[in-house]
């Protein structure tokens, strides 16, 4: 398998320049070097607080949207297809200060898309992630469900 992404740490600074994420006060604050592990945070500002003076929906939710995408690119290479498919948030309770979401992707979890898609085959495997603020309590709890494929190989490959 050949890695799109093959340095993290040159990932996570991309990431973090990346207009959706800088301009809404997204930041990866940790990306494993195997890919199965990462930390996003969210500081609430002056320009991404809601009519509520407290942590916009819309931060939270984008704060998740590439992220199992970007895992999975890290460690599957060029050989599949990746996308999001589908995606639903529910929110808790009001973010008032800085929040975070830890997002692991397990061997297990991985072994399961592996085998489903080897032969080329579609799998959507889903995910859930936890939005936590500082004090530990949930804010949100987002689902996400993924498309992956492996890829027909050509002679050009």
């Given at each position: ?47 991404n607080k809601n ?23 890290g460690i599957l ?16 309770k009001p973010g ?62």
């Amino acid at each position: 398998m050949r890695q799109i992404f093959a340095r993290p740490r040159l990932l996570k600074f991309l990431m973090n320049c990346w207009p959706p994420f800088w301009g809404a006060g997204i930041r990866i604050e940790h990306l494993s070097q195997d890919y199965h592990e990462c930390r996003i945070g969210l500081v609430l500002r002056w320009w991404n607080k809601n009519a509520n003076r407290t942590q916009y929906g819309g931060s939270l939710f984008s704060m998740t949207d590439p992220v199992y995408s970007m895992l999975l690119m890290g460690i599957l290479g060029n050989d599949y297809y990746i996308w999001d498919r589908a995606a639903k948030i529910t929110f808790i309770k009001p973010g008032k200060g800085r929040v975070y979401a830890d997002i692991h992707l397990s061997r297990e979890q991985l072994s399961e898309i592996l085998n489903a898609t080897q032969y080329g085959h579609k799998h959507f495997p889903h995910f859930r992630i936890n939005i936590m603020d500082e004090e530990g309590a949930l804010i949100a709890e987002v689902e996400r469900t993924l498309y992956v494929r492996k890829k027909e190989r050509t002679n050009d490959s």
